[in-house]
């Protein structure tokens, strides 16, 4: 855990390194406290001359060392906290552009609502231990401490604590080999429940007007019980361990005392009262720092399961992740794809291929992909926007062959989905991201996707917030919400991708929409899968998928009429 914390504590482990010295030296402070107040009653009992001069002294000591102490420490925890604070955000930035990196296949075959409950329970494992190394560093300061200042005083004492300490720490590590192993299966199933909520309440349309409530409440309960016996097992073996410690840390400080007591009576030797108080004292610190570092090592070993159940992401994310960088090409003419083939996958573990796909972009034509239902548009819009990878084809740029296919494109498309994506936030954040856009760039976009009208009736216009998934906006409403996003994204790109983004859109709407878009990009290439075939007279060119292969039609000025069927254009 001390090497994630330094790890992602990077451009602040020069702070890190001043809190860890502060803190120490606090330790090293307060480590004198039952020392002087040892003096202070073993000076009583001798009753010197200057008795009154000694005490004086001592208590003058005693009360300056808590305030020595919270000088180092106060600054410490404050650095550490904050330190900790900015090692969060750094491991969610990390873990994040991870997520946000793997391809669209990945999270297909890892459940959305599992990877956010890894992520954060690794996030908050992270912070939890690094603000909390304080806890550590006066373990590991007061232990050695306490055992020095024993074996200065009595050294047969200090031999005892420190075996003792030994075989308890022993038993402690035997303990947590069995309980890491457990807390490990406890998380895989933890993450499972967070994925059947996620479930249910992502989907609480369907959950509330099917009446399926009662049913997800059970399901859930059904699945929290699913790894109750091993939560048992794991509190029932946990308890142990600390009865088993603390029974052994007890014997080991009364015992010592006990026998100093004893031998001194047993041989008529006066019991100085000062120096049993500070055997016991010490002895007393070792078995409260010994208790502490068991329960803080507990807690680091269940920290680390948590953090260990999120590293698929990283290793899959270096595993997956393109390790080069295709160039998009500027100012091309026209761009051609041969022989593109994939294969891949549906929800249903059912495979798709993808065979042969040849085509031809010129700059600036309006394209169109028809065809039924799965037969392969998305994906070829997928593959051109690189969120899927090509298996096999060929990249032509101006009769130019690419080094590396398909991948060249990435950079020069921006792929418009049907399904909209409604952020709980603004209109303007849903549309701007987050950039800072003019606000007339803002309503220009909104504009072109005939989102206008809706804008004029929120109260706030521009920053009327609204509720997650767009749920007070009509399914034609967060569609056009959701162009208008996609059109600002793709003020830069070369090529407009879209994927039937108007299909819940009426139909006057989306053919003004189209004309719009049309008439404001003559530059850009527009390719666009299409539900409604009374669109396609617009269009320079049809591309039918059918069966995972391409057929392809020009259509020069084709009236609406004589379109009936797309099969009837080939």
Sequence with gaps: MLKNSWKYAKGYRGTMVLFLIMSITANVVILFEPYFFGKI???IQENPVDLRRQVVVYLI???????VFWIFHGISRVLERITAYRIQVKYDETALQALFGLPVEWHRAHHSGKNIDKFKRASRSLYSFSEEIFSFVEIVVAL????????????YIGVVACITTVVSFSMVVAFDIFLSKQYRQLNLFYNKIMATAFDYISNVFTVLTMRFSNNAVSEYVRRSFEPFKLYK??????ECKWANVTLLVTIMTVGVVAWEILHAISIGQEIVIGTLYTIYAYMDRIGHHFYQFAWRYSQIVEYDAAVFSSENIFHD??????PVTAQPVANWKEIRIKGLHFTYE??????????NIDLEIPRGAKIAFVGESGCGKSTVLGLLRGIYKAGLGDVYIDGEKMKYGIAHLADMTTLMPQDPEIFENTIRYNVAMGVPVPTKKVKEMLKVARFERVLGKLPDGLNTDIAEKGVNLSGGEKQRLALAR???????????LMDEPTSSVDMKNERAIFEEIFRRYKDKTVIASVHRLGLLPMFDMVVYFDGGRRRVAMMPNCPPHHVTTVRQLF
Excluded: C, T, W
């Design 317 to 322: 994310y270096e595993r997956l992740k393109n």
């Design 486 to 496: 996609g059109l600002l994204a793709g003020e830069k790109s070369d090529i407009l």
């Design 61 to 67: 000591v005693l009360a300056a060392i808590p305030g």
């Design 346 to 355: 549906d929800e249903k573990r059912e495979k798709h291929q993808i065979k």
């Design 233 to 238: 097992r794991n509190v029932i073996l946990n």
């Design 144 to 155: 050695p401490g306490a055992f020095v200042m024993l074996i200065l005083i009595k050294p």
């Design 41 to 43: 009653l073993a000076v």
